[in-house]
């Protein structure tokens, strides 16, 4: 039984015909992904699904029978720069045109030790976040030469904070070398920084047609959280409140196509766009927006965004 809360995409947008436009989704395989890649074709378009396990992303795609659209399974991992770069590379040997990203991946690692990257980010902060920035970088060119084009890139509910503590991206640490490491806290900067970022593209894209957003989808039953131990023991816990607090994977694809396909999204480039969240402890997150004001002033600091921007160029060696 769907969720009397959830924002849904309406009918008309999900009947538009999507033949001859591609999109790439990250993430593909899995959860908001693979509901988001399915609606895609479903409506005929070509979904070129990025994933680390390309193999996974294969056996996800199995499921969709004899949808209008087509698909291609490319490999991607967002923990590693070097295989950002072949993605790009390989992607452009075969594409002319992409009509819509989607950085739809994300992990978050939970435990008290920092882990790294093999380019030396925090891990959180380095899938969510630095492996995103450099494939978006890569992309831009190819999303201008088919503009208009959009942008998405899921940022969580979890970047807002609380009104005690908003989380904020240090950019003197965000590798956590000289302050104490917290896995919730490295999650939070990672979506705040993916909040800015889409922030300061919108401001650098005006007039090229290429339009931005940052999502949050809503409370996924998906595999996130560690191979889906951390769902499986919060899905049996909220199971008495299940058709009020929780969402489907499908109702959490929402926010992402409406950012993908409807009229509305491009008007507002650079905004965020959330699924309610009655769980959020923020009651201002609670019931959503497409878009919405982030509570989080940081999230809302194009001065901020620019200086994150500048930096994720040094960071990752690469300036256009
Ligand atoms: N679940 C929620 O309630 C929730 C709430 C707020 C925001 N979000 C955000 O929504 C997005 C989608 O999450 P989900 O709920 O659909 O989770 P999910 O089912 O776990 O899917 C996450 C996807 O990210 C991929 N991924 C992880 N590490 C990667 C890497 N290094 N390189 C490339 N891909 C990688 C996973 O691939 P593998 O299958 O190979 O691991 C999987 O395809 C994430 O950005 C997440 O932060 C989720």
């Not at 104490?180 to 806290?185: H, I, Q, R």
């Not at 922030?199 to 894209?205: G, I, N, Q």
């Not at 497409?290 to 965004?305: E, G, I, T």
């Amino acid at each position: 039984m769907s969720n009397k809360n959830v924002l849904w995409v309406d009918a008309d947008t999900l009947a538009k015909d999507l033949s001859g436009k591609t999109y790439i989704v990250t993430g593909a395989n899995s959860g908001v992904g693979l509901e988001t890649t399915r609606q895609l074709v479903k409506q005929g378009a070509h979904v070129v699904m990025a994933c680390r396990r390309p193999e996974a992303g294969k056996e996800a795609a199995k499921t969709f029978g004899e949808l209008r659209g087509s698909y291609a399974v490319m490999r991607c991992d967002l923990a590693d720069l070097d295989s950002v770069r072949k993605f790009v590379a390989d992607f452009l040997g075969k594409y002319n045109h992409l009509e819509g990203l989607m950085c739809n991946a994300g992990a978050v690692i939970m435990g008290n030790d920092v882990q790294y990257t093999k380019d030396g980010f925090e891990m959180t902060m380095g899938v969510n976040y630095f492996g995103h920035f450099l494939l978006v970088e890569l992309l831009l060119d190819i999303l201008k030469q088919s503009a208009p084009a959009r942008i998405g890139l899921l940022s969580s509910v979890v970047h807002a904070g609380s009104p005690k503590n908003r989380y904020e991206v240090h950019l003197d640490d965000m590798e956590f070398k000289s302050r104490k490491y917290s896995a919730f806290a490295a999650y939070g900067e990672a979506k705040v920084a993916t909040v800015q970022y889409a922030l300061e593209l919108a401001d650098r894209l005006k007039g090229t047609g290429v339009t931005t957003a940052s999502i949050h989808p809503g409370w996924a039953r998906s595999n996130f959280g560690g191979g889906g131990a951390m769902m499986k023991i919060m899905r049996v816990v909220m199971l008495p409140f299940r058709n009020s607090m929780t969402n489907s994977n499908e109702e959490s694809a929402q926010t992402s196509l409406h950012v993908l396909i409807s009229d509305d999204a491009p008007k507002h480039s650079g905004a965020y766009f959330s699924q309610h969240s009655v769980l959020y402890r923020d009651k201002e997150c609670r019931p959503g927006g497409w878009p919405m004001q982030s509570p989080n002033p940081h999230a809302r600091d194009l001065a901020a965004a620019k200086a994150l921007v500048q930096r994720s160029y040094q960071k990752v060696g690469y300036r256009p």
